[in-house]
């Protein structure tokens, strides 16, 4: 399918681990890229090809992949991290290059 | 340095077409695996996927929009334009351009900051 499944929301306390997941079919075939969106802003990318991370982005920022499920991990997580955060994968045909997850709101406590 | 830039009306009125322009600097839509994306996002939803031009000319299209979507670019102005046809409240939405990287193995390295268009008559 071309459906991207995250968790609408995480809450987290500051200095704590948050954690994301992300489920499809296609992930095992495709790698995942991460975006975070802040209020009013536009997207970021945070990780790239599963757990890759671009210049200037902090290194608790964090990505693995396991089957059918990708994981975005923010250790010592702080109040600018507090954001909408989206998966994204392409489908195995190329029909969709682009496919984003239904996204999850990260709270800072 | 990349950055890109959407340009086009706030406003337009159901059934209207909507022309949005990316214009971009720091990149050349001719590199091979280089693309530009559009993308947009409803009111308080998720990013949606439209459209994207590959370096190449070779374009794709949300499936469900194909009707509707043309993406066309152009080299020598450094801009790549989007046309959606017969435009509907449904539609409103803050409408991204995204430069597709292959250093980043095609992620959406840089985006612009977006376009907001209302449909309303």
């Known amino acids: 399918s071309y459906e991207l499944t995250q968790p609408p929301s995480v809450s987290v306390s500051p200095g704590q681990t948050a954690t994301i997941t992300c489920s499809g079919d296609?992930?095992?075939?495709?790698?995942a890229h991460w975006y975070q969106q802040r209020p009013g802003q536009a997207p970021v990318l945070v990780i790239y090809?599963?757990?890759e991370r671009p210049s200037g982005i902090p290194e608790r920022f964090s990505g693995s992949s396991s089957g059918t499920t990708v994981t975005l991990t923010i250790s010592g997580v702080q109040a600018e991290d507090e954001a909408d955060y989206y998966c994204?994968?392409?489908?195995?045909?190329?029909?969709?290059?682009?496919?984003f997850g239904t996204g999850t709101r990260v709270t800072v406590l | 340095q990349i950055t890109l830039k959407e340009s086009g009306p706030t406003l337009v009125k159901p059934t209207q077409t909507l022309t949005l322009t990316c214009t971009f600097s720091?990149?050349?839509?001719?590199?091979?695996?280089?693309?530009v994306a559009w993308i947009r996002q409803p009111p308080g939803k998720a990013l949606e996927w439209l459209a994207l031009?590959?370096?190449?000319?070779?374009?794709r299209y949300r499936p469900s929009l194909k009707n509707r979507l043309t993406i066309t670019g152009d080299n020598s102005r450094n801009q790549v334009l989007l046309t959606m046809t017969n435009m509907d409240p449904v539609d409103t939405a803050t409408y991204y351009c995204?430069?597709?990287?292959?250093?980043?193995?095609?992620?959406?390295?840089?985006w612009g900051h977006g376009t907001t268009v209302t449909v309303s008559s």
């Open positions: 995204a430069h597709r990287n292959p250093d980043y193995y095609y992620g959406l390295g840089v």
């Open positions: 720091g990149f050349s839509l001719d590199t091979y695996g280089v693309g």
């Open positions: 031009i590959y370096g190449d000319g070779d374009k």
């Open positions: 296609v992930l095992p075939k495709q790698y």
């Open positions: 090809k599963d757990t």
């Open positions: 994204q994968s392409a489908d195995s045909t190329s029909t969709y290059p682009y496919v």
